[in-house]
């Protein structure tokens, strides 16, 4: 099985940043697909970013505008999520998700194995 554990969450202002973590365990991480979700209270699931397995594309929810970079380290067996220009809109739990089945519809939750537990980020006003 694959675990996955965020980490890096936490309160900050409007404008602020704040970089998410996620370290994976088994030994097939490095064929994975990755992919960020969040959710807020009374909201779907929403799909935030995705990477390919070897790093080389990447997929962002138009929403982030920009405003968010999704990365990978293989070796490390971890993924980031680097978050800019903070809104209180983004007040959400955010979820590290693997993809291990090949799946290429990347936004939809359905198409990921493995979740997280998730972490908060609060972005205050």
């Known amino acids: 099985q694959v675990r996955l554990v965020e980490s890096g969450g936490g309160l900050v202002q409007a404008g602020g940043s704040l970089r998410l973590s996620c370290a994976a365990s088994g030994r097939t991480f490095s064929s994975y697909h990755m992919g960020w979700f969040r959710q807020a209270p009374g909201k779907e699931r929403e799909f935030v970013a995705a990477i390919r397995w070897s790093g080389g594309d990447t997929v962002y929810a138009d929403s982030m505008k920009g405003r968010f970079t999704i990365s990978r380290d293989n070796a490390q067996k971890m993924v980031y999520l680097q978050m800019n220009s903070l809104k209180p809109e983004d007040t959400a739990v955010y979820y590290c998700?693997?993809?291990?089945?090949?799946?290429?519809?990347?936004?939809?939750?359905?198409?990921?194995?493995?979740w997280g537990q998730g972490t908060q980020v609060t972005v205050s006003s």
């Open positions: 998700a693997a993809d291990a089945s090949g799946s290429t519809w990347w936004s939809r939750p359905g198409s990921y194995d493995y």
